[in-house]
């Protein structure tokens, strides 16, 4: 006689730690998949590059997401950890000529050496005070930029040749964005399994009582430098697509500003999660534009007051995000998983 088993029927770890648990959940992504390579087929290259954008979030969201959300440092130079891999695979390209694809993982290495560096007071420094230390990485990386100008062309910045595969160049809208995307696909997979790993769970551990973690035997020197120069790939890796969509790299595009937006990204979306790294990037990636357009539209209709419109909008934007951690402090990754469990239980209550 056969038994059917209802609800989240387990026998094992393994089944506990699928990542795609069900058959409806492998066709959803599945499908999803598809539409991601079939979208700029249909849609415009406005909305083809925009989408490019938020796959360059994603990588450098998952990056900050590591060091910040699962192992509990918080840093503040992501932005400028991104210049470096810009600047590093440009310069591969141009001086050593090597191919995009030897070039940008050497940039991401290369940040990722630099991350460890800046990440070496994580030994004895936490909270605020590691804080303090990673800002003074971004303006030391920022003043660098500028000065070595052999290296990054200085304030005037350098161009970024395309990636090239024998005699097809990478230079149009929809062959950046399936380079993106496709990247962009491969870090999420990738850090979706270092987190249900040996060294994920350690980062976790680390993060939530380190005192705990260390009496159980993790270094916790090694992990949290080893956070860091995961972090900094991930920003390497992102910068380097950066300087591929863009074409051309300046300092002015690696400031604090650009780091404290990708910290946000992973608060609005959710710390320590991967798929609060995705919702994050997305959302910090349209709002600007959304409030571009909304008060663009207002200065119309209001054009004796367009000015001071359209000089809101920084505001909006600030109030916007307060708001948001207000009202949903964990992110929108758990107010996703509140929506599953809602439709999971309907229509019972409990």
């Not at 810009?86 to 694809?101: N, Q, V």
């Not at 496709?182 to 976790?204: C, E, K, Q």
């Not at 120069?229 to 650009?258: D, P, R």
Request: proline share 3%; charged share 10%.
């Amino acid at each position: 006689m056969s038994v059917a088993h209802c609800g989240d029927f387990r026998q094992s770890y393994k089944d506990d730690m699928k990542v795609l648990e069900t058959r409806f959940v492998r066709v959803s992504v599945g499908a999803f998949l598809v539409l991601l390579y079939v979208f700029p087929l249909f849609m415009s290259n406005y909305a083809t590059s925009t989408m490019t954008t938020i796959g360059i979030a994603v990588i450098g969201a998952l990056g900050i997401n590591i060091v910040t959300g699962f192992t509990g440092q918080i840093s503040l130079g992501q932005g400028a950890f991104m210049g470096v891999g810009a600047f590093a695979c440009s310069y591969f390209m141009r001086i050593l000529h090597m191919p995009f694809w030897i070039a940008m993982p050497a940039a991401g290495l290369t940040t990722a050496a630099v991350g460890m560096v800046f990440g070496l007071p994580s030994a004895r420094l936490k909270g605020l005070y590691l804080a303090i230390a990673t800002l003074a990485a971004q303006f030391i990386l920022q003043y660098l930029f500028i000065h070595m100008e052999a290296v990054t062309g200085g304030s005037n910045g350098i161009p970024s040749p395309p990636p090239e595969i024998g005699s097809f160049a990478f230079d149009g809208d929809r062959s950046k964005y399936y380079l993106t995307i496709t990247i962009a696909v491969l870090a999420v997979l990738f850090t979706t399994n270092l987190v249900r790993s040996r060294d994920g769970r350690a980062f976790i551990a680390v993060r939530d009582h380190y005192l705990s973690a260390e009496i159980m035997g993790i270094h916790l020197f090694k992990y949290r430098l080893l956070s860091f120069a995961v972090s900094a790939f991930y920003a390497g890796v992102a910068g380097s697509l950066w300087g591929m969509y863009t074409g051309y790299i300046s300092a002015e595009h690696f400031t604090i500003a650009e780091s404290i937006n990708y910290l946000a990204m992973i608060i609005i979306g959710g710390l320590g999660s991967v798929l609060g790294s995705i919702f994050g990037a997305i959302f910090m990636t349209l709002l600007p534009q959304a409030l571009t357009v909304g008060t663009g539209a207002l200065a119309q209709t209001f054009p004796k007051i367009g000015f001071l419109i359209m000089s809101f909008k920084d505001g909006v934007f600030g109030l916007i995000v307060i708001l948001f951690l207000i009202f949903e402090p964990d992110g929108l990754a758990h107010r996703w998983r509140q929506i599953k469990a809602y439709w999971k239980l309907f229509p019972f209550s409990y």
